[in-house]
């Protein structure tokens, strides 16, 4: 559906564009007109940009104001946090740039799909399952969610207002007001954490089942699907070292860059809990490092001993195509109206005088 929708609205435009250029390569349509019609037809693509699902409401209506809870997490967005039950898909997260560990903009990668809708979702597990199976949702919380949850580097649990309070081991009451009770989980792995060991499995339905064992501890191990070189492997979780090192992140509201100030005791992984996709790139103290998968769908660099910054930045082939092509689009249209208006002045200066 998605995809169907992304070429109705584009086929409009593409349409309307291949209309202009036959008629001014038949000489229906003059250069002047030619112009005016195509600056408008792109014009009127992009202003359909970043319109959203309901453009005509004011933002005075549509944007709530910050409510103490809000502000809480505010406070502590350094780590992520899920809501139980569902709250609006992504309105926290959109509207106040929180982290937000569920997701409901779609495509949602696939990998990470199939990690939420196993430990944390599986009464959806997928997203035909009717309109609760769309959105990424914790539709339930137990011991056994708690644990994933801690593994993905979520801090926080925000419970609607009016609900029951949670008796479970590994939630502590850090705010409670009349617009959400919030609960931070204790022994959530850090967003960044510096790990000295790895377990390799023998491929994705391995590293699933190995993210579930009681004794993995995210801030300590990484499961990897390969041998990842310098790093000591491990056969169990109980068997890995205490953590490598620690790392920070630098504050900054771009979503495509994260900046981390990494110190490691020994060789170590910087893993990252955010999804590993193409078109990320990192560099340690400048110099361009790999990323690699690990806990399934999360992203991790390698790290030799010492203090070093770590940066990560998505940077997508698509992007680079895209910019070339428009270059060299506009050097294009460049030459043929310049070829243009030395064929006029050509043509002025052989006309016959009056």
Same mark, same amino acid.
């Given at each position: 559906?998605?995809?169907?929708?992304?070429?109705?609205?584009?086929?409009?435009?593409?349409? +309307?564009?291949?209309?202009?250029?036959?008629?001014?390569?038949?000489?229906?349509?003059?250069?002047?007109?030619? /112009?005016?019609?195509?600056?408008?037809? +792109?014009?009127?693509?992009?202003?359909?940009?970043?319109? @959203?699902?309901? #453009?005509?409401?004011?933002?005075?209506?549509?944007?709530?104001?910050?409510?103490?809870?809000?502000?809480?997490?505010?406070?502590?967005?350094? =780590?992520?946090?899920? !809501?139980?039950? =569902?709250?609006?898909?992504?309105?926290?997260?959109?509207?106040?740039? %929180?982290?937000?560990?569920?997701?409901?903009?779609?495509?949602?990668?696939?990998?990470?799909?199939?990690?939420?809708?196993?430990?944390?979702?599986?009464?959806?597990?997928? =997203?035909?399952?009717?309109?609760?199976?769309?959105?990424?949702?914790? #539709?339930? $919380?137990?011991?056994?969610?708690?644990?994933?949850?801690?593994? %993905?580097?979520?801090?926080?649990?925000?419970?609607? #207002?009016?609900?029951?309070?949670?008796?479970?081991?590994?939630?502590?009451?850090?705010? !409670?007001?009349?617009?959400?009770?919030?609960?931070?989980?204790?022994?959530?792995?850090?967003?960044?954490?510096?790990? @000295?060991?790895? =377990?390799?499995?023998? *491929?994705? #339905?391995?590293?699933?089942?190995?993210? @579930?064992?009681?004794?993995?501890?995210?801030?300590?191990?990484? $499961?990897? !699907?390969?041998? %990842?070189?310098?790093?000591?492997? /491990?056969?169990?979780?109980?068997?890995?070292?205490?953590?490598?090192?620690?790392?920070?992140? $630098?504050?900054?509201?771009?979503?495509?860059?994260?900046?981390?100030?990494?110190?490691?005791?020994?060789?170590?992984?910087?893993?990252?809990?955010?999804?590993?996709?193409?078109?990320?790139?990192?560099?340690?103290?400048?110099? !361009?490092?790999? $990323?690699?998968?690990?806990?399934?769908?999360?992203?991790?660099?390698?790290?030799?001993? *010492?203090?070093?910054?770590?940066?990560?930045?998505?940077?997508?082939?698509?992007?680079?195509?895209?910019?070339?092509?428009?270059?060299?689009?506009?050097?294009?249209?460049?030459?043929?109206? &310049?070829?243009?208006? &030395?064929?006029?002045?050509?043509?002025?200066?052989?006309?016959?005088?009056?």
């Amino acid at each position: 559906v998605n995809r169907m929708t992304s070429v109705v609205l584009w086929l409009p435009a593409v349409l +309307v564009g291949a209309v202009l250029v036959w008629a001014r390569a038949s000489g229906r349509l003059g250069t002047k007109w030619f /112009v005016a019609l195509a600056v408008l037809v +792109v014009a009127a693509d992009l202003f359909r940009a970043g319109m @959203g699902y309901n #453009p005509s409401i004011p933002e005075s209506v549509a944007r709530q104001p910050a409510t103490p809870a809000i502000r809480f997490l505010q406070a502590h967005r350094d =780590q992520r946090f899920a !809501e139980f039950p =569902q709250f609006v898909p992504n309105m926290l997260a959109m509207n106040y740039g %929180l982290q937000s560990a569920t997701g409901y903009d779609l495509p949602i990668i696939k990998r990470y799909d199939t990690l939420w809708r196993t430990y944390l979702s599986p009464e959806y597990p997928t =997203q035909v399952g009717g309109i609760n199976g769309l959105p990424l949702s914790l #539709p339930n $919380i137990d011991e056994r969610r708690i644990h994933l949850l801690r593994m %993905l580097g979520v801090g926080y649990l925000v419970e609607a #207002p009016g609900e029951l309070p949670i008796p479970l081991p590994g939630l502590k009451l850090a705010y !409670e007001g009349p617009d959400a009770r919030i609960y931070r989980i204790t022994g959530a792995a850090p967003r960044a954490a510096v790990v @000295g060991a790895q =377990q390799v499995t023998d *491929g994705g #339905p391995g590293t699933l089942l190995a993210l @579930g064992a009681p004794r993995f501890d995210a801030g300590r191990l990484a $499961i990897t !699907e390969r041998r %990842l070189p310098g790093v000591p492997a /491990v056969a169990t979780p109980d068997r890995a070292p205490r953590p490598a090192g620690a790392a920070r992140i $630098i504050p900054g509201d771009d979503p495509d860059r994260v900046r981390i100030v990494a110190t490691a005791r020994r060789n170590a992984l910087l893993v990252l809990s955010d999804v590993e996709y193409p078109g990320w790139k990192a560099t340690v103290d400048g110099r !361009e490092v790999p $990323i690699s998968r690990v806990n399934y769908a999360l992203r991790a660099v390698p790290l030799p001993p *010492g203090t070093h910054r770590v940066d990560f930045r998505y940077e997508p082939l698509s992007w680079t195509v895209g910019w070339i092509v428009s270059l060299v689009a506009l050097v294009v249209i460049a030459a043929v109206a &310049a070829w243009d208006a &030395a064929r006029r002045r050509r043509a002025g200066r052989g006309a016959p005088a009056a």
